[in-house]
């Protein structure tokens, strides 16, 4: 949109942050005692709901079930009130269903999918309020409600939003700097190997700044798995007293 | 109709090939197969031919009021089908995974990478705006649909013309062709689609995959680059681990790509636009090749020779006498039939045939030949044999 | 629902310690679970609450547009319901599972909320005729364990309650074409009344005694529950009954009647609660689902 400056001169964002600074986040594992696993996270004004079934046996058709691995199922939806403008379908059109599809192949491959063949895990994910890094956020709080459930996983996978304006690259994308036209790049990491899985990128940028525009997100998700890794260990803490005696 | 599974044989096979760099068809890792871009008669028609994988785009337009959000832009609608002609996999009105993403995938390469000039397709700002419709069919499944339909697709809108348009006051009119020439749209830059697609845990990566090819992939990276060396959008997907340098060594060989096809698709306009001006024949029907033979030339190809007297000796020693001799034995050539000529009734005579003196010796050295087909050339092959047999049977 | 498997020994164990008012959890049959309520959670909407009642889980966001209003009563805006009962809750409401049990909810929430007696929806016009406010309520169903329309009717009154809908000035122009302003100030807002709004109670017949707030076990031990909608004065506004089983027209009066009092007996506590937590203003921790 025009008008509205992406980047001071100062180095300041929209929100006041600098450049590489990332959203303030909040996680909560545990938050439904029904499911196997769930998780709160709350990136900046972005809040999703993730909830874990399983391992359990194939729903529905047989067929579908692999003899050596598991099946893992995702299904992303979006509530009705969390965009400014009421959002008809949760869920079942185009864009929820690529989503959908994305968080399924990122999980397949971190998933330590091998130990539970001929059965199937199923993920769940909620927006209860977008406000940009809306992927991002989904595959934290994924992240959190498996490691929840104790399902095995290859390490954990953080995802992060990046963006390019004037040859800064930005990190941590809100809505305003998402829909604002310019480059968003969207990167789901496991950060001890740094192995990428998935990444997605949109609008226009150079080669040349691919590279640094890959390494800042990057850096952000490494920043992220730290988060992620307190909030587990905060969570097992707890549970730890209270059955402790 | 399910596809008809991939064996493990195969499997291993492919994989072991693309370890040791071969490819089924010969191409080499980075090689594209052919790419053949043809127009139909009407403008905005367009089919590529990705070696056996054929992809059909046409594009049309259409006055609508704009979206409530953005009232001075116009609108492009991308839709793209897997007909069930292209392969036993696909059915109709199923929507499978490859199609969402193969949709959401054309969409964003091409509307988000804001190629097309949204903005000219204004007429009235917020009551009249084009619609560009964009509708993509496959029509041959042999791998690697993205590329072939990102091809495809901004060829045909780079050939579409939209129908000229003037506003008095609060009147439309819209020309028809015949009355003012129809206008291209204004297209900033071409965004071309790349596949590599990455096997083995990642360790290897082809460009252009064959269906096969697809089929054992681990992996796919799908990256979007216009010639000017600007990233449109990159999409991996399939659940593989990529690492940075990789990303970035493919995106490398992507703008090396796209720069080679981008200038094709501008010779392929060209020439176009050349056969339309001189009035000649043009669209699909044209494109197509004559498929009538005019010669037949078979190649020579060499035949180990050194010992071929021996064994035909051995052979023909080994072999019993035939119970019955004909005079001329006639061999006839490929391509012809005979029927009832040339070898005597053998049905029913039992007795009579072992008398049969073998009388039937060839009186001279010429070989008769017995045959009423209107080939003019019938060749006898193997003379030589047939002498030693002459000559064996004298013994 | 969320299926529970309840075998027929389980089922008699509750049914005979219903009849000695005692229950699974220890409660009277006329108790409810230990609920939580919290708005403004959500801070996209206009208005939002959540809450968890034992551990049944529900989210409500109400978003107010502006409209046209309805032919036959064109003084008056509307509420529109959406339920959306979220795969979270069970595997079962994945895809399109959830769309059956989705409808039904919204159906009857229509028939109990969107009328004049229970909301002032006057209050939400406009323009006569021309334009009005329509409040889209969104119900979001994340976590299933048993008495879904009570939590969902708490929920949505106190979302209602939490609701701010910008002041709306409207202005000529001069061609006679009306414009619409909506005032920038965020706290020049209308708010609703909630007085009259009602609170579903709803009775499940376990036995010959019936229960409140029956839990997903307690449920699959009835075949019949009667739904009552009750405002702070005791009045009935809706009576359904849902289920297959028969109910005896005298239990059904016994049930309506313990249904008012229950009713009754929720509203002064909860419109004390909403009041306080407004009270406590900006300065109010949100904590959501991070408590």
């Known amino acids: ?245 | 109709m399910r596809d008809t599974p991939l064996s493990n044989c195969e499997r291993r096979f492919l994989l072991k090939a693309i370890e040791e760099k071969k490819r089924l068809d010969g191409r080499q890792t980075y090689d594209y197969r052919n790419i053949k871009i043809t127009f139909g008669t009407d403008y905005g028609c367009c089919i590529v031919e990705l070696g056996r994988t054929r992809v059909l785009c046409q594009v049309s337009c259409e006055l609508v009021p704009p979206k409530d959000s953005r009232p001075t832009e116009g609108i492009m609608f991308f839709n793209l089908e897997l007909s069930p002609m292209a392969s036993p996999a696909f059915e109709p009105n199923r929507q499978s995974e490859l199609l969402v993403m193969l949709n959401r995938q054309l969409e964003r390469c091409l509307r988000n990478s804001k190629c097309i000039d949204t903005e000219s397709l204004c007429v009235v700002s917020g009551e009249k705006v084009w619609q560009i419709r964009v509708d993509v069919h496959v029509l041959n499944h042999d791998g690697n649909l993205m590329d072939a339909a990102s091809i495809a697709a901004i060829s045909a809108l780079s050939h579409f013309r939209r129908p000229d348009v003037a506003i008095q006051g609060r009147d439309i009119t819209v020309f028809s062709p015949e009355e003012r020439d129809p206008i291209p749209l204004s297209i900033y830059h071409m965004p071309i689609c790349v596949s590599f697609a990455f096997f083995l845990q990642g360790s290897y990566l082809l460009v252009d995959p064959c269906e096969q090819e697809e089929r054992v992939k681990d992996g796919l990276l799908v990256i979007a680059m216009n010639k000017h060396r600007e990233i449109c959008s990159i999409q991996s997907s399939g659940g593989i681990m990529l690492l940075k340098d990789q990303v970035l060594r493919c995106s490398k060989i992507a703008s090396v790509k796209v720069s080679e096809i981008t200038e094709l698709i501008n010779k392929a306009l060209e020439n176009d636009k050349k056969i339309r001006k001189e009035g000649g024949k043009f669209g699909f029907a044209e494109s197509m090749p004559k498929e009538r033979i005019t010669t037949l030339k078979r190649e020579e190809a060499p035949v180990e020779m050194a010992d071929v007297k021996e064994t035909a000796n051995e052979i023909v020693n080994r072999t019993e006498t035939p119970t019955e001799v004909v005079s001329s034995p006639v061999l006839v050539a490929m391509g012809t039939a005979q029927v009832g000529e040339g070898i005597v009734n053998s049905w029913g005579l039992d007795e009579d045939e072992e008398d049969e003196p073998q009388t039937e010796d060839t009186k001279t050295d010429d070989v008769m030949v017995i045959s009423d087909s209107e080939e003019e050339e019938v060749v006898i092959l193997n003379e030589e044999a047939q002498k030693s047999t002459k000559l064996s049977k004298r013994k | ?291």
């Open chain 3, 1 to 291: 629902m969320a299926a529970v498997q309840v075998s027929e020994a389980e089922k008699v164990y509750i049914m005979h310690g219903v009849r000695d008012d005692l229950r699974l959890d220890g409660r009277g049959c006329e108790d409810y679970r230990h609920m939580e309520i919290e708005t403004d959670v959500v801070s996209n909407t206009d208005g939002s609450a959540k809450i968890s009642l034992g551990h049944t889980d529900v989210l409500v966001g109400v978003k107010a547009e502006i409209g046209k209003p309805r032919a036959m009563v064109p003084d008056e805006g509307y509420l529109e319901f959406f339920v959306d009962c979220s795969a979270n809750a069970t595997p079962e409401f994945e895809g399109r599972g959830g769309e059956e049990l989705g409808v039904e909810l919204s159906n009857t929430l229509y028939k109990v909320f969107n009328n004049r007696h229970s909301v002032d929806l006057r209050s939400l016009c406009i323009c006569p005729g021309e334009n009005c406010w329509v409040l889209y309520v969104d119900v979001l169903l994340l976590q299933c364990d048993g008495n879904l329309f009570d939590a969902i009717s708490i929920a949505i009154k106190a979302a209602l309650f939490n609701t701010r809908i910008p002041k709306v000035h409207i202005s000529e122009d001069e061609e006679g074409v009306k414009e619409i302003e909506l005032s920038d100030d965020p706290y020049d807002c209308m708010r609703l009344n909630v007085e009259n709004v009602p609170c579903i109670v709803t009775l499940c017949k376990v036995g010959h005694r019936h229960v409140v707030d029956a839990t997903l076990q307690e449920k699959a031990c009835s075949v019949a529950s009667l739904l009552i909608s009750v405002t702070h004065r005791g009045t009935v506004t809706c009576v359904r009954k849902m289920g297959g089983g028969s109910l005896d027209p005298e239990s059904i009066f016994e049930m309506t009647e313990a249904g008012k009092r229950v009713g009754k007996a929720l509203h002064a506590p909860l419109m004390e609660l909403l009041q306080k937590e407004e009270s406590l203003g900006k300065k109010r921790q949100k904590v959501g689902f991070l408590g």
């Open chain 1, 1 to 245: 949109m025009a008008g509205l400056e992406l980047l001071s001169d100062q180095g300041y964002r929209l929100d006041g942050r600098k450049a590489t600074e990332l959203r303030k986040v909040q996680a909560r594992t545990s938050v439904f005692a029904q499911a196997d696993g769930s998780a709160y996270l709350e990136q900046g004004n972005t809040k999703a709901l993730a909830v874990v079934y399983g391992p359990h046996e194939t729903r529905g058709s047989r067929s579908k079930s692999l003899h050596d691995r598991a099946v893992i199922n995702c299904q992303f939806s979006m509530a009705t009130f969390s965009t400014a403008e009421r959002k008809r379908r949760p869920h079942g059109d185009r864009k929820s269903s690529e989503m959908s599809l994305h968080l399924k192949q990122t999980f397949e491959a971190a998933v330590l999918t091998e130990l539970y063949p001929r059965s199937q895990i199923d993920i769940y994910v909620k927006i209860l309020q977008a406000d940009g890094g809306n992927y991002s956020a989904c595959v934290n709080a994924a992240t959190l409600a498996l490691v929840d459930a104790g399902i095995p996983m290859r390490d954990y996978v953080c995802a992060c939003t990046a963006g390019f304006v004037e040859d800064t690259p930005l990190a941590d994308l809100c809505h305003a700097e998402e829909s604002g036209g310019g480059t968003s790049l969207a990167l789901a990491l496991l950060p001890r190997s740094g192995n990428i899985a998935l990444l997605q990128m949109d609008a226009r940028l150079h080669q040349d700044h691919l590279d640094a525009l890959i390494e800042a997100a990057m850096t952000a998700c490494k920043g992220l798995s730290k988060v992620l890794d307190d909030v587990v260990r905060q969570h097992l803490e707890e549970v730890s007293v209270l059955t402790r005696d």
